[in-house]
């Protein structure tokens, strides 16, 4: 099959509407574009952690679900999905300090915790491989592609924003998705029709979680 026919790209197209407002939202808009009023940055940043930490868990879940028959390249690509979170996790430590943001202090916003809670029931037995190595492909490269945007040659992506950009829109990032990709489209090609109508409601429904994650985001003056 190729890339274009594929399931997932099948999906693309079929829901790019949502897609677009979730890779094109104002909030990535306003980094591209220098305007980006820096407290919107702050509370993206407290709230991300907390959605990274939940996110651990759900990657984590994917392993006992991983067919006997995997390839040694897809335990490769997982396990480098969650060595990768070790380090964005200390990113975000860091990335913190120098914003002057107390973690521990950082209060979970209902639409985070809605996210959250969404990813642990994803992360339950009765979510088959292919829907949950989906959902996975499609929440990182949502941060793929929106990141993109504020590291391509034109944009005026403000300096103290750049490392953070660079993080979800490097190649190896970029790579990692599309390997994602390929596992997703994999799997849900040998998987029946009612698994994969299930994986689409999932993959509809990130992208909404995704585009109010970035509305909260979105602040005005003296937001925190
Ligand atoms: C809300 C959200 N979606 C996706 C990612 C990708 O890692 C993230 N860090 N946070």
């Not at 996975?136 to 034109?154: D, K, M």
Request: overall charge negative.
């Amino acid at each position: 099959m190729d890339e274009r026919g594929s399931i997932t790209s099948q999906w693309l197209r079929r829901h790019n509407a949502l897609y677009q407002a979730a890779t094109r939202h104002p909030f990535i808009l306003t980094i591209a574009d220098g305007s980006i009023n820096f407290q919107c940055f702050k509370r993206w940043l407290g709230q991300d952690y907390h959605f990274v930490k939940a996110f651990v868990r759900f990657l984590a879940s994917l392993l006992p679900k991983m067919p006997k028959e995997a390839t040694d390249e897809e335990m490769d690509t997982l396990l480098g999905g969650i060595v990768a979170l070790r380090d964005e996790i200390y990113w975000f430590r860091s990335e913190a300090m120098r914003w002057t943001i107390q973690l521990d202090l950082v209060s979970i916003k209902v639409t985070t915790q809605e996210y959250c809670e969404f990813l642990e029931q994803l992360s339950q037995g009765n979510f088959e491989y292919a829907i949950a190595v989906t959902a996975l492909w499609a929440i990182e490269f949502v941060y793929y592609e929106s990141f993109a945007l504020c590291t391509q040659s034109n944009a005026k992506t403000p300096t103290e924003l750049r490392e953070a950009c660079e993080r979800w829109s490097n190649m190896e990032f970029k790579n990692y998705c599309v390997l994602l990709k390929g596992l997703a489209d994999k799997y849900l090609e040998g998987s029946n029709l009612h698994v994969r109508q299930k994986a689409e409601e999932i993959f509809v429904q990130i992208l909404k979680q995704e585009i109010k994650f970035w509305d909260m985001s979105t602040c005005d003056e003296n937001c925190i």
